[in-house]
């Protein structure tokens, strides 16, 4: 027996957008989902009369116990507030049992979990965002600087990194120059020479 209860996981069961762990549960939040629809149609939703009647027979007669008919309570509670025909203090509030105070507070810390998690993911794209960007920052830098160090090595123009070879090429071409010019001047002395 214990080989088949580890191969079937617990159960769960769903009505209404919410998870019971019981069969029972389950089956009360399905009874209370179907009173809540049979009263909805029998309740002019709009008349704060009707809903503030209504609102106060669920209460007596502790009709809701899961959170399905909790959050119906909710609802009704909320358009009686808002109700300029209803006064407030006339509202009475809603009575929580054990069982439905255990699970709202379940659900309570859910949602400030998931506040929690929606703050750190909200953290992690800005320093994800802040992360892309500042790579985009490096690339294009480092793009820069190897255009400027290939222009440096390129360039015809004297700098500090080719300053000595270029002078040394502007030496020798006139030095080049010079023996091209003392040739010349040369061949013309021994020209004038050989006319004497």
Do not use: C
């Amino acid at each position: 027996m214990a080989k088949n209860e580890s191969k079937n996981p617990a159960k769960e069961y769903s009505v209404g957008g919410y998870t019971f762990k019981t069969k029972e549960g389950a089956q009360a939040a399905k009874d209370e989902l179907a009173a809540i629809k049979y009263m909805s149609s029998k309740t002019d939703s709009t008349n704060a009369k009707q809903v503030y009647i209504l609102y106060h027979d669920i209460i007596d007669k502790k009709l809701f116990n899961t959170l399905i008919g909790m959050n119906y309570l909710k609802e009704l509670q909320q358009f009686l507030y808002l109700s300029p025909d209803v006064p407030n203090e006339k509202i009475r509030p809603i009575p929580i049992n054990n069982e439905t105070k255990e699970m709202m507070e379940g659900r309570r810390e859910l949602t400030e979990h998931k506040s929690e998690i929606r703050k750190l993911t909200k953290e992690r794209n800005h320093y994800k965002d802040n992360f892309v960007i500042s790579v985009i920052v490096n690339v294009v830098l480092v793009v820069v600087i190897a255009a400027m160090i290939y222009i440096t090595l390129h360039s015809s123009n004297a700098n500090v990194i080719n300053y000595e070879v270029n002078l040394q090429d502007k030496y020798a071409s006139w030095q080049e120059e010079l023996q091209s010019q003392e040739e010349s001047l040369n061949a013309r002395e021994r020209a004038l020479n050989q006319q004497k």
